[in-house]
């Protein structure tokens, strides 16, 4: 219904125009017709008339504060006179004068005698102006004047549907297309009528029939591919968007650039790239069909152009800061990562309080394990846009990479005071709690992650595998893990942590077949290594048992907590295993690569 609110008074003028001239096109701004305005037939003297035609002149001119000085001029000659009256609401609406243009309005409207047109052009000020029982009002005083005007039924139509009344406004167009059959604007409206009933068949109908009367009648094809999108008919969206283009209009920017976006929306980026580049060849310097087709490129993954493409675009406007930040991403998914930085820095120093390249900046540099100038952007970011939850979270996992829990635990908390409905936030707030040592705490932060979210798989894993580790609660460990792997079931960590939950439970043989699963999905992890060897150990598999906790220790022999183990076991020292040797040597002689980013 916006849509009708906002085309309102432009409908309702055009429908006056529309029995004078049958091609003719809505307009889409309040711009009185100069073939309105008549001079005041009652002026009692000449100079009434020399100030109405002076005040017209200006007009004309676009001179508005003009013609309000001549009109009142006179109106003062004249303070009857309904015409100046009507050119005063109609100025004082375009000037955004709301109130003065409702008085005046109402005024054209007070007694009896007045011109349908007249009347149907006050009705529109009003209705516009959100006065719709008044400009009903006016509206059935054009009716009785003139009964056989189809024009003054129509936007009474438009108004009682605004106002929910589908009956009426339906019989009142109706009725309107019995005295003026050939009115587009009639069948416009019985179309979107027909959407409001809930009837999309027979709104389609009626916008062909609309265009049918008038083949320019650009409202119509625009509602009818919306009504073709609304249900996900997006090919003949586009055919009806392409019929206008052909048949009436090849150079309607405004079309053009819908029927690009109905094409994105459709994966068609051959037919996007297609339409950008027509209305580039009208206009090379269209910077908005630039950055659309960067934007195809992108999703097309083909980052070599779509970068050629911004950069373009930024020669002609360097301060276009969502562009350069839109690069910069690009720049990452190419892994040039000093480029993507260098992009993101030339923007902060254009713009200091640009917030997404804070953040952009600040989450690269935290991908990059640079934690520290991670903190420094994301803080900022925080700053700037405090009711955004994805900085507080990054920031906290900095801090939380850095091993600094307590400031990871606050930044999470300061999230959550600014984004109370965030799960995520609860559960990075949990896994922060954890390292705090503060169980009963991660315990409620888990519950209010799945609280705002039932299918948060990660805290229900974590929640699960924690009462799992700790042997409590395994009845609700069990049906925790569970409803992760159902939620993710490529997820070998969900799925060890289910494993896990069975061995707690003592349900050996179940425990045994899902680590096993965890392994095949993971491959090398120490800790589902060291899952698998407890529970061969519990089986009395010993040799199993050792064989597995030996690898785990070939893949992490720094884990003393294992070390320990096997001895109590009895299954030697494993400090003298040439696996573990090597393994302890490899890790002392490995150089850091560099970090390699998903």
Same mark, same amino acid.
């Given at each position: ?35 309105? #305005? ?25 001179? *508005? ?60 000020? *009003? ?76 709104? #389609? ?7 049918? #009367? ?33 048949? #009436?209009?090849?150079?309607?920017? /405004? ?95 254009? /713009? ?81 709690? /954890? ?22 798989? /990660? ?7 924690s009462y799992a580790e700790r042997g409590i609660k395994i009845d609700q460990a069990l049906s925790l893990t569970k409803r992760a792997v159902a939620l993710k079931p490529e997820n070998g960590y969900y799925v060890d942590s289910l494993g896990w939950a069975f061995y707690k439970s003592g349900m050996l043989a179940e425990a045994l077949t899902e680590i096993k699963k965890a392994v095949a999905m993971v491959g090398d992890d120490p800790v589902i290594y060291e899952h698998l060897g407890e529970i061969y150990l519990k089986q009395q598999k010993v040799a199993d048992a050792r064989e597995a906790w030996i690898h785990s220790l070939e893949i992490d022999p720094s884990n003393e907590k294992l070390l320990q183990r096997f001895r109590e076991q009895g299954l030697a020292n494993p400090a003298y295993e040439d696996r573990i040797q090597q393994a302890k040597r490899r890790v002392s002689e490995k150089t850091p690569n560099p970090v390699a980013i998903p």
């Amino acid at each position: 219904m916006l849509l009708l609110r906002t085309m309102l008074l432009s409908l309702f003028l055009s429908g006056a125009m529309v029995a004078c001239a049958a091609s003719s096109q809505p307009k889409t701004t309040l711009s009185p017709p100069a073939t309105a #305005v008549q001079p005041p037939a009652s002026a009692p003297e000449s100079d009434a008339t020399y100030h109405f035609m002076m005040g017209h002149q200006a007009e004309l001119a676009q001179d *508005l504060d003009a013609a309000l000085k001549e009109y009142h001029a006179a109106l003062k000659v004249d303070p009857k006179s309904r015409e100046v009256k009507s050119r005063l609401a109609a100025l004082y609406f375009a000037l955004g004068d709301v109130a003065q243009a409702v008085q005046y309005a109402d005024e054209v409207g007070e007694g009896t005698g007045q011109e349908p047109q007249m009347l149907t052009h006050m009705a529109g000020i *009003l209705a516009s102006a959100g006065k719709p029982e008044r400009a009903l009002e006016l509206l059935d005083k054009a009716i009785e004047h003139d009964p056989e005007r189809g024009e003054s039924y129509f936007p009474k139509g438009l108004i009682l549907l605004n106002q929910k009344r589908i009956a009426e406004a339906e019989q009142v167009v109706k009725k309107g297309l019995q005295y003026t059959s050939d009115s587009p604007i009639g069948y416009y409206y019985l179309g979107r009528i027909s959407i409001e009933a809930g009837n999309t068949e027979q709104a #389609v109908a009626n916008f062909d029939r609309a265009i049918a #009367v008038n083949q320019a009648f650009e409202p119509a094809y625009l509602a009818q591919a919306s009504v073709y999108e609304s249900r996900q008919e997006k090919g003949k969206a586009i055919a009806i968007l392409q019929k206008y283009l052909q048949q #009436v209009n090849p150079l309607n920017r /405004d079309i053009r650039q819908h029927l690009v976006q109905l094409y994105i929306a459709n994966k068609d980026y051959a037919g996007g790239l297609a339409e950008l580049e027509k209305l580039l060849e009208d206009n090379p310097g269209d910077l908005d069909a630039q950055l659309r087709m960067a934007l195809i490129y992108g999703e097309k993954k083909e980052f070599t152009k779509a970068i050629s493409q911004l950069t373009e675009i930024l020669k002609a406007k360097p301060a276009e800061l969502k562009v350069r930040d839109y690069l910069g991403y690009l720049y990452e998914e190419t892994k040039d990562f000093p480029k993507a930085m260098e992009t993101y820095r030339y923007n902060i120093h254009l /713009d200091p309080k640009f917030a997404d390249s804070h953040v952009h900046l600040g989450v690269l540099l935290y991908r990059l394990k640079q934690f520290p100038e991670a903190v420094t952007h994301l803080d900022e970011a925080v700053r700037l846009m405090p009711k955004q939850p994805e900085p507080h979270i990054v920031l906290g996992l900095a801090y939380f990479q850095s091993e600094q829990f307590e400031k990871a635990s606050q930044a999470f908390e300061e999230g959550i005071r600014h984004n109370p409905k965030s799960a995520d936030l609860h559960f990075n707030l949990g896994t922060a709690y /954890d390292k705090l040592n503060r169980f009963d705490d991660v315990v409620r932060a888990m519950e209010a992650a799945l609280s705002l979210d039932p299918h948060h798989a /990660d805290a229900l894993n974590y929640l699960g595998y924690s009462y799992a580790e700790r042997g409590i609660k395994i009845d609700q460990a069990l049906s925790l893990t569970k409803r992760a792997v159902a939620l993710k079931p490529e997820n070998g960590y969900y799925v060890d942590s289910l494993g896990w939950a069975f061995y707690k439970s003592g349900m050996l043989a179940e425990a045994l077949t899902e680590i096993k699963k965890a392994v095949a999905m993971v491959g090398d992890d120490p800790v589902i290594y060291e899952h698998l060897g407890e529970i061969y150990l519990k089986q009395q598999k010993v040799a199993d048992a050792r064989e597995a906790w030996i690898h785990s220790l070939e893949i992490d022999p720094s884990n003393e907590k294992l070390l320990q183990r096997f001895r109590e076991q009895g299954l030697a020292n494993p400090a003298y295993e040439d696996r573990i040797q090597q393994a302890k040597r490899r890790v002392s002689e490995k150089t850091p690569n560099p970090v390699a980013i998903p």
